[in-house]
């Protein structure tokens, strides 16, 4: 996965033992970019001292607990996205508490994975764009992506979508192609 600039996603994975499936993500890549830690404090000082798309941490960790260090990255960072990861019960609800945006259970499924990494980095880079954009490129931007969502349906859909979707999806298209919402 890379962001649209074609740079790669910067994952911060912390983790102790690299299982199986860890070390098929990191073979894999898919276009990220992995820094590996391997306890709770190696963890808060590389988000000090780095910009992570997202940070994989595991919660049983050596020196600091994935549930600390979640916590202390939180005291400086809000927005970067966290996935906790645990075998264990009885974590989940703490982890979430702390501020981890998802927990997924080990070994986790791949394909599962990356969804959550791409979901919750879309909407990480989102935020960050959308806190430059003007209210007019905000309108434009909804209205482009209400558009594709649209096609979507109807590419899915094919000869039985719903006429109401072929109308609005004239109109976004008319709207997103007229000089009033011109932001140049």
């Given at each position: 996965?890379?962001?649209?600039?074609?740079?790669?996603?910067?994952?911060?994975?912390?983790?102790?033992?690299?299982?199986?499936?860890?070390?098929?993500?990191?073979?894999?890549?898919?276009?990220?970019?992995?820094?590996?830690?391997?306890?709770?404090?190696?963890?808060?000082?590389?988000?000090?001292e780095?910009?992570?798309?997202?940070?994989?941490?595991?919660?049983?960790?050596?020196?600091?607990?994935?549930?600390?260090?979640?916590?202390?990255?939180?005291?400086?960072?809000?927005?970067?996205?966290?996935?906790?990861?645990?075998?264990?019960?009885?974590?989940?609800?703490?982890?979430?508490e702390?501020?981890?945006?998802?927990?997924?259970?080990?070994?986790?499924?791949?394909?599962?994975?990356?969804?959550?990494?791409?979901?919750?980095?879309?909407?990480?880079?989102?935020?960050?764009?959308?806190?430059?954009?003007?209210?007019?490129?905000?309108?434009?931007?909804?209205?482009?992506?209400?558009?594709?969502?649209?096609?979507?349906?109807?590419?899915?859909?094919?000869?039985?979508?719903?006429?109401?979707?072929?109308?609005e999806?004239?109109?976004?298209?008319?709207?997103?192609s007229?000089?009033?919402?011109?932001?140049?």
């Amino acid at each position: 996965m890379t962001l649209i600039n074609h740079e790669p996603v910067k994952i911060l994975l912390v983790e102790d033992q690299l299982s199986e499936l860890i070390q098929s993500l990191l073979e894999k890549r898919n276009g990220y970019d992995f820094t590996i830690v391997d306890n709770g404090r190696s963890a808060v000082i590389a988000e000090l001292e780095s910009n992570y798309d997202c940070i994989i941490m595991d919660l049983l960790l050596p020196e600091m607990s994935g549930i600390r260090a979640i916590k202390h990255i939180r005291e400086f960072n809000q927005d970067v996205p966290i996935i906790a990861l645990s075998a264990v019960g009885n974590f989940e609800e703490r982890a979430i508490e702390a501020g981890a945006n998802a927990f997924i259970w080990k070994p986790p499924d791949y394909s599962y994975l990356h969804l959550r990494i791409y979901e919750l980095v879309i909407q990480y880079k989102q935020k960050q764009i959308d806190t430059i954009l003007s209210p007019q490129q905000k309108i434009k931007k909804a209205k482009t992506r209400r558009l594709l969502l649209l096609k979507e349906i109807q590419a899915k859909q094919g000869v039985n979508v719903d006429p109401a979707i072929v109308i609005e999806i004239e109109d976004l298209e008319e709207e997103l192609s007229s000089s009033y919402l011109d932001i140049n």
